[in-house]
């Protein structure tokens, strides 16, 4: 029994229409093709325009590990280890793979050397090393959201209102909107994810013995049944073949990155996994309900189109009518609906949790949401087209009102504080002066190197490194410099800092006597390191600004209060 190719709303040539002779058919492939390039190419350059706005748009907060995971490591590598980067205890321990930041290392460095062969001013220069990482995300988000489109038009059929409904999903998603240009590694993951999807040969799931086909332009194609088999079994062996000159490619690959970075071997998952797993050292960070990913999860991925995809989820696993769709798009809806389910699943066993862990899933998501959306946004039948037209500009709406709130309001505070000590330190760089911070906020809670830029602006901030001296049973009790600061802030200053200087003079020769006395030189951000980079004791010294929450304003400031 044949499997046509094309979804009932997109197929472009009846079933019951003459055959047409093989020059009718090559001809009209060509036409095909031609136009479907130009198509690509014309939506292609769309999304890379649309999520290159979208990334040089956002000005909010929202993770720490889109810079201390990615841009804070790929600044050394570029820039070299002395230019203030904040590396971070996982890498510390190398518990990641230097991969993904080595991709932004190679962004910075080229955007560096072309700064320094334009002449940049210090301000532009900054503009340029702050931008040139969202432009290169924001590419990746593009063939995130492109391949979402090409894999729903191998699912539902070229031209289908399923497959423009997929792409549409997708753009209009606040979650990509406020996602899908930051520099996480789970962006580049999700964007591998459905290039992967699509590149799989989902034809393998149909009957290769079959005495019909139609090719992947809806065209009839002779039946050929003794050549039915032998080329799925060919493709079995190239795809195995494929895999293992891939797998291994990455693997050696990684292996050398890891080992230039690191200047030693090592294996940085089977660490990531001791450390998070057989240690538990991931609740440090918080543990969350075993429901997390069903009542969080998927309601903030999806927001508006969640109605939708649960009814595609339950459409692709319980079908009613199995003939009324092509057996290829029952096919890949199923799997695709059971791995969006079975994944969160497996998560839901580890306490530690976060939505974006989820996230690759997201244009598998839109896949299966696509189907319900169409049939009920674009469906040719003329009942209730006002109320449609209602529920659909209210949904656009809300999408736009989430989208514009989570990357110019929500959370803008450390980005634009971070701004501020830029221009700063711009100006103090006139008077060949130093621009010194301390952040008494908890742990991570802005950007650091990455958005400092500048070498002549020093910082130090409060750290949070986890219990790995510890044994597990002593976690639980266990506070780190942070949770110390907020326990008694006044008392942490006095501990630590002492008596706040007068004056920004009686500051710089404080800071000077200190780093004569003990021999040492002030790293930028967490505290003092002798001349080889060894941590001494640890000592903080007072600075020309002071960063923190508003609620610790009035402590603060009776604290503070006789400085310069």
């Not at 195995?240 to 990455?250: A, D, N, R």
């Not at 009542?295 to 009613?320: D, E, K, M, N, V």
């Amino acid at each position: 029994m044949a499997s046509p190719a094309l979804s009932q709303a997109s197929t472009a040539f009846e079933s019951d229409a003459p055959p047409l002779q093989d020059h009718e058919k090559s001809s009209r492939r060509a036409l095909l093709r031609v136009k479907e390039v130009t198509t690509s190419q014309d939506v292609l350059l769309f999304l890379v325009a649309l999520r290159v706005l979208n990334a040089l748009c956002i000005r909010t907060f929202f993770q720490p590990d889109e810079y201390f995971q990615s841009l804070e490591p790929a600044w050394e590598i570029a820039l070299g280890s002395d230019s203030g980067a904040w590396i971070t205890w996982e890498w510390k321990n190398r518990l990641r793979s230097a991969i993904h930041p080595t991709l932004f290392a190679g962004v910075y460095w080229i955007s560096a050397e072309l700064s320094k062969l334009l002449q940049l001013t210090p301000h532009n220069h900054a503009e340029l090393l702050l931008a040139a990482p969202k432009v290169t995300q924001a590419v990746i988000a593009a063939l995130a959201d492109y391949y979402t489109w090409r894999l729903g038009k191998r699912m539902y059929g070229r031209g289908s209102n399923e497959a423009w409904a997929a792409l549409f999903l997708s753009v209009v998603s606040p979650w990509q909107w406020f996602v899908s240009t930051r520099t996480l590694s789970n962006c580049l993951e999700t964007t591998l994810t459905i290039i992967a999807l699509h590149q799989w040969p989902w034809h393998w799931t149909l009957d290769p013995t079959g005495d019909e086909e139609t090719d992947e332009y809806g065209l009839r194609e002779d039946p050929k049944p003794d050549q039915a088999k032998e080329p799925a079994k060919r493709e079995r062996m190239v795809l195995v073949l494929e895999t293992f000159i891939c797998g291994s490619t990455v693997l050696v690959s990684s292996a050398i990155v890891d080992r230039l970075f690191y200047q030693a071997w090592t294996f940085p998952p089977l660490r990531f996994l001791y450390f998070n797993l057989a240690q538990s050292l991931s609740i440090h960070y918080g543990r969350n309900d075993w429901h997390y990913y069903l009542t969080q999860g998927y309601p903030l991925l999806l927001t508006t189109f969640l109605p939708f995809a649960l009814i595609g989820l339950y459409q692709s696993l319980f079908p009613q009518d199995p003939l009324t769709q092509p057996l290829l798009t029952a096919n890949i809806k199923r799997q695709l609906a059971t791995t969006s389910i079975l994944v969160p699943f497996i998560l839901s066993f580890i306490s530690h949790k976060e939505v974006r862990f989820i996230y690759p899933l997201l244009p598998a998501l839109h896949l299966l949401s696509a189907a319900p959306f169409a049939t009920y946004f674009f469906s040719k039948t003329s009942k209730h087209i006002t109320r449609k037209r209602l529920i659909l500009t209210l949904i656009l709406t809300i999408n736009f009102v989430l989208a514009i709130f989570s990357t110019t309001l929500y959370q803008q505070a450390p980005l634009t504080t971070l701004a501020y000590l830029r221009s700063r330190a711009i100006s103090h760089q006139s008077n060949n002066t130093t621009t010194t911070v301390a952040f008494l906020t908890p742990c991570h809670s802005t950007p650091w190197r990455s958005h400092l830029i500048h070498p002549s602006l020093k910082a130090w901030a409060l750290t949070c490194e986890p219990p790995l001296h510890l044994a597990r049973s002593q976690h639980a009790t266990y506070l780190d410099e942070a949770d110390q600061f907020y326990q008694s802030p006044s008392h942490w200053l006095s501990q630590h800092l002492g008596r706040p200087p007068k004056n920004s003079k009686e500051q710089q020769l404080r800071l000077s006597a200190l780093e004569t006395a003990t021999g040492v030189s002030w790293d930028g951000k967490l505290g003092y390191v002798d001349e080889k980079g060894r941590e001494r004791e640890r000592k903080k010294a007072w600075t020309g600004y002071v960063v923190a929450f508003g609620q610790l304003e009035e402590e603060l400031g009776a604290y503070l209060r006789g400085s310069g």
